[in-house]
Structures are given as C-alpha cells and as structure tokens.
C-alpha cells in the first residue's frame, strides 16, 4: 500500500538514491519525478538525451515494474521530438 508520494528532480543523484532503499520502504512509496529543467534552452535534441538518461536510470535504479508519477510540466509544451509530442515522447520512453 503507497503510504508516501516523495517529490523528486529526475536527476541521477535522486534515482541513485531511490535503489538504495529497503524494500519494505520502495513498496510504501510512489515517487513523483519532474524532469529537471536546465538553465541553457530546452530543444528537442536535448531533450530526447535528457530524456533517454532519465529512462535508462530509472530502470536501473527504480526498476521496470516499480509505479511512478511523472511530470514535464515546466517543459515548453510546443516543443515536439521526432514529430512527437513530449509527453507523448516521455511516456513512451518510458513504458
């Protein structure tokens, strides 16, 4: 039962933090990781980079059956990757 929703930057420090959880704590929680905004300008080629080490660490370090919310909000939402619409994007990299 999810008992705690940690509010996280889905940066490696964070996502190196969440494997080293015991067990019993990662089935109490589900994260809610916000894509980390950079100072430089987000475009689309960053952003598939960003986004592609975010999936990567999070499978490592969460796991690929583990729940998570996941946000892009302060992501300009008129930016699109391969034609694709960033959440649209995001998600899929993330499945």
Not at 6 to 21: D, H, I, T, V
Not at 33 to 38: A, V
Not at 69 to 79: E, V
Request: a negative charge; hydrophobic letters at 40%; glycine letters at 4%.
């Amino acid at each position: 039962m999810i008992q705690y929703i940690p509010f996280l930057k889905a940066k490696r420090g964070e996502l190196n933090a969440m494997s080293q959880l015991a067990p019993n704590v990662k089935q109490g929680i589900c994260p809610f990781f916000d894509f980390p905004l950079k100072k430089e300008n987000t475009d689309s080629t960053s952003y598939k980079h960003a986004t592609q080490s975010i999936a990567a660490g999070l499978t490592k370090h969460w796991g690929s059956d583990a729940e998570f919310y996941f946000d892009n909000f302060d992501i300009p939402q008129t930016l699109e990757v391969d034609s694709t619409d960033l959440y649209a994007y995001v998600l899929k990299a993330l499945k």
